[in-house]
């Protein structure tokens, strides 16, 4: 009976309690949201369970603002001057907003640019993330691009069929363009009656190096030539003579690499034929003493250089991005810094995008290197007479006109089976015999020099005599 009576009481004090108790008060928000709560009596305290849901903020004596921050449920306890406890049930849900919009238009999107693809979409404007399968890489490439215009950031997981590799033949070839054009004419004479010689000096004349003279009269004269050009006329009988030359150098077409490079349809795949060279680079430290000078050194490359990405478009073309460069040191614009000489990098580069079938070629022309290179020469002081001193001088000017040319080549490769021996390359000379080889000459030779057998001894029938 004892027992009955104290649960009885407890549950008479339970209730109670519960009576006195606040009624709790729902307040729904959404994330982002607020909600101002005004009381008729000044607030004395404030106390929210969870503040990472939701943050409660006292803007005045009877004014408490409730701020939504993430999706859940809370409690907030609010006491007034009387010291009366006032609950609230918070409950925050996300903003569907965004999502919503970028459902319904994105969505929309999606599926009228590739309607034959099974791709499914979730995320936001920070991160949307693609799943599902498409048909080739060209479709996932898209996929993603699309996506980029509505999040700052994608990530693709969509399941693309096997890929194909592409083998990218490329041709650099560079052309001197320059043609050079060689005119020099010597005349000479050496009768009795006049000796001289006139020349154009781009090339040695000839010399006289012995003059004999008997009662006045020239009796004997050489003549030197160093260089009979490639016309040479001589009269005996007038002793007179000339020498030319009439020259047209020009160069041809120069194939600086051809790389060939085999990659994954979507992959990036780059070539460089040269080297890298050091460059320092100046900065600044704080030190004790003030700011000391750093030089740290940095590698830049040159030479033949290719960057390609292919792709498959759906018609079965390859669409391909291709960046070939080429570069050289130039140390007629170096620097130099510190007792150290920094050449200059002169480049030549091209970037394009184009659509081609497999074995089908394009080519980058019209990369010009010009170059005018002059050169000044003049007699000391006396070059430097005003207008009389122009005789004094002389001027050479050198041009150079380089073209580079690019020649590319997309072709779809297969791999050779398991077990299949890939061709090699034969030489047309071999320098030494394989081992089989030298075998069955050995076999051939010992056959031949094997004794075959033969008959011994009379041959025939012989009929005896009578």
């Known amino acids: 009976m004892r027992t009955r009576a104290a649960i009885l009481v407890l549950a008479l004090a339970c209730a109670g309690r519960a009576a006195d108790a606040p009624a709790a008060r729902d307040v729904a928000l959404m994330v982002g949201k607020g909600e101002l709560l005004r009381f008729d009596r000044d607030v004395s305290k404030v106390v929210i369970a969870e503040p990472k849901i939701a943050d409660a903020i006292v803007v005045s004596p009877r004014d408490v603002m409730v701020n939504a921050k993430g999706a859940g449920h809370t409690t907030l306890i609010i006491w007034d001057s009387a010291n009366?406890?006032?609950?609230?049930?918070?409950?925050?849900?996300s903003d569907t907003t965004e999502v919503?919009?970028?459902?319904?238009?994105?969505?929309a999107q999606l599926k009228s640019a590739l309607?034959?693809?099974?791709i499914s979409f979730s995320g936001n404007s920070e991160l949307i993330v693609l799943t599902g399968k498409v048909e080739?890489?060209?479709?996932?490439?898209?996929?993603?691009?699309?996506?980029?215009?509505?999040?700052?950031k994608v990530q693709n997981l969509l399941q693309v069929p096997d890929r194909r590799e592409i083998l990218l033949q490329v041709k650099f070839a560079e052309v001197d363009r320059v043609a050079l054009s060689q005119w020099g004419f010597n005349l000479l004479s050496r009768n009795t009656t006049t000796l001289g010689a006139s020349s154009t000096q781009q090339f040695q004349p000839p010399l006289f190096t012995q003059l004999q003279f008997n009662n006045q009269q020239l009796a004997n004269s050489n003549i030197n030539m160093t260089n009979l050009l490639n016309l040479f006329i001589f009269r005996p009988d007038l002793n007179l003579g000339a020498t030319i030359q009439a020259m047209?150098?020009?160069?041809?077409?120069?194939?600086?690499?051809?790389?060939?490079?085999?990659?994954?349809?979507?992959?990036?795949?780059?070539?460089l034929a040269g080297g890298e060279f050091p460059f320092p680079t100046i900065t600044t430290t704080p030190t004790t003493a003030g700011i000391a000078p750093v030089v740290t050194i940095q590698f830049k490359k040159f030479g033949v250089q290719l960057n390609f990405t292919p792709?498959?478009?759906?018609?079965?073309?390859?669409?391909?991005?291709?960046?070939?460069?080429?570069?050289?040191?130039?140390f007629t614009n170096a620097v130099t810094i510190a007792g150290y000489t920094i050449p200059a990098l002169s480049s030549r580069v091209a970037e394009t995008e184009v659509v081609l079938k497999d074995g089908e070629s394009f080519a980058i022309a019209g990369l010009l290197d010009n170059r005018v290179?002059?050169?000044?020469?003049?007699?000391?002081?006396?070059?430097?007479?005003?207008?009389?001193?122009?005789?004094?001088?002389?001027?050479?000017?050198?041009?150079?006109a380089d073209e580079l040319m690019v020649v590319v080549t997309p072709h779809f490769v297969k791999g050779l089976a398991a077990g299949e021996k890939a061709p090699l390359p034969d030489t047309v000379v071999p320098y030494m015999p394989t081992v089989?080889?030298?075998?069955?000459a050995k076999k051939k030779k010992d056959k031949k020099n094997e004794k075959q057998p033969e008959f011994v001894g009379p041959s025939g029938h012989q009929v005896p005599n009578p």
């Open 84 to 93: 009366t406890p006032l609950r609230y049930d918070i409950t925050v849900v």
């Open 100 to 107: 919503e919009h970028l459902n319904r238009v994105f969505g």
């Open 115 to 118: 309607p034959t693809s099974e």
């Open 136 to 152: 080739n890489a060209d479709q996932s490439r898209r996929a993603e691009a699309l996506a980029l215009t509505f999040s700052k």
């Open 248 to 271: 047209e150098q020009q160069n041809v077409l120069q194939i600086l690499a051809e790389p060939n490079l085999i990659v994954v349809e979507g992959s990036e795949a780059s070539f």
């Open 311 to 330: 792709t498959l478009t759906s018609s079965g073309a390859i669409n391909l991005k291709v960046k070939p460069e080429v570069s050289a040191l130039d």
């Open 373 to 400: 290179t002059q050169q000044l020469n003049k007699i000391k002081l006396l070059g430097d007479i005003p207008i009389l001193g122009q005789l004094f001088r002389s001027r050479s000017t050198q041009k150079s």
């Open 436 to 440: 089989k080889e030298e075998q069955a």
